[in-house]
């Protein structure tokens, strides 16, 4: 019993380490790629979620949807807006109401970047061999399913 507890604190360890490491490297190099569009990682994250939520999204969902207060959320807002990236309007049935929608342009550019992105990703994946992605695969969905699982318990 001690052996396998000293085994998972290995475990633990290693892989605190590795996703540190992941994280940062993508992090950094995501940062640099979003700054070629003048964006930061959270307006990105703003814009992910606006285009996820279909037509028009009330910015408290869209706050909470990015994990950012409403404060912080309309200071993206503004910064969009001022790219020509978004369009705010007040909702016609509860004026208190701000709706955020993509522009044309804020369309194109998320585009531009998920696919930049999706480039960057494809290279780093073309040096694992099949065999090897499929297990990494495998095993990241069975430990985003332990998270979630055990996000769940703590919402009980």
Known sequence: MAEEESLLEQDVETLQQLILRISWAEQRR???????????VPQFFALVAIWRHGQECPIGQLANATMQ???TMTGIIDRLAERGLVERRRDASDRRQVLIRLTDRGLETLQRVREIRRQRVRQVMEHIDEADRREM????RVYVEATELMEGKAAD
Not at 30 to 36: D, E, H, T
Not at 137 to 140: D, F, P
């Open 137 to 140: 695969l495998r095993l990241l």
């Open 69 to 71: 207060c409403s404060a």
């Open 30 to 40: 995501f940062a640099q790629q979003l700054s070629n569009y003048g964006l930061t």
